[in-house]
């Protein structure tokens, strides 16, 4: 059982280029998350899917995309990577969304925008 | 609103001592709480969860933790630490669904020999 996978686990990117951060899940749960992660903030979420076809804006979502083209795939594009988004990025899901359940991490990608 | 505070960023503890992860919360309706622990180079993991059932939560590895309405805290205990317990601990809190999980800042716990 694999559960959520990212890829890459890491990357060094320089700044203004286009990157895409896969995640892919094996649970078949609805909803589906992006979070990043910086040293002193916890986790801020930044973008969101109830469901397969619908997206939503989190705490943190200027300079990033998401689309949900299906239940078991979230990629996050930065269409111009700057270097203040540097930082972990974790993909998570959770089987609903009510408040009760809880999310399943994937193991992150370190992304550094130089 | 809802939001988390997690008091110490970093909690240092001897083996086989008493650990206390402090987590107070802000929620204008009754919460749901979680623990989630990071261990180095890995994502979440959950550890227990508050979902308005007994206010004492038990969950792996030995943790507990208890939901105390008025001290709006959802504290993180373990009894004896152990050396695998150092990690970066997380409290979470959800309001009105899974797509507003908000999380603290995190305590990171040394564990030492």
């Known amino acids: 059982i694999a559960g959520i996978t990212q890829a890459p686990t890491s990357q060094i990117l320089a700044a203004g280029r286009r990157m895409t951060l896969r995640c892919t899940q094996d649970m078949r749960h609805n909803a589906m998350y992006w979070y990043r992660q910086d040293l002193g903030l916890g986790l801020r979420l930044i973008h969101y899917s109830n469901t397969a076809g619908t997206t939503g804006k989190g705490e943190v979502p200027d300079g990033y995309s998401v689309s949900r083209a299906n239940t078991d795939d979230f990629p996050l594009t930065l269409a111009s990577a700057v270097p203040s988004q540097t930082s972990v990025y974790f993909c998570a899901s959770s089987q609903s969304t009510g408040r009760s359940y809880e999310q399943y991490f994937g193991p992150g990608t370190r992304l550094t925008v130089t | 609103a809802q939001s988390v505070t997690q008091l110490g960023s970093h909690v240092s503890v001897s083996e086989g001592a008493l650990v206390l992860l402090r987590c107070n919360y802000s929620s204008s309706v009754p919460p749901y709480l979680f623990w989630y622990v990071q261990y180095p180079n890995q994502g979440l993991q959950l550890l227990l969860k508050y979902t308005s059932a007994a206010t004492l939560v038990k969950g792996i590895n030995g943790f507990e933790a208890e939901f105390k309405k008025s001290e709006t805290s959802f504290h993180l205990t373990k009894p004896s630490a152990h050396m695998s317990d150092a990690a970066e601990y997380f409290c979470?809190?959800?309001?009105?669904?899974?797509?507003?999980?908000?999380f603290g800042t995190g305590t990171r716990l040394t564990v030492i020999p």
């Open positions: 979470a809190v959800s309001q009105t669904g899974a797509n507003n999980l908000f």
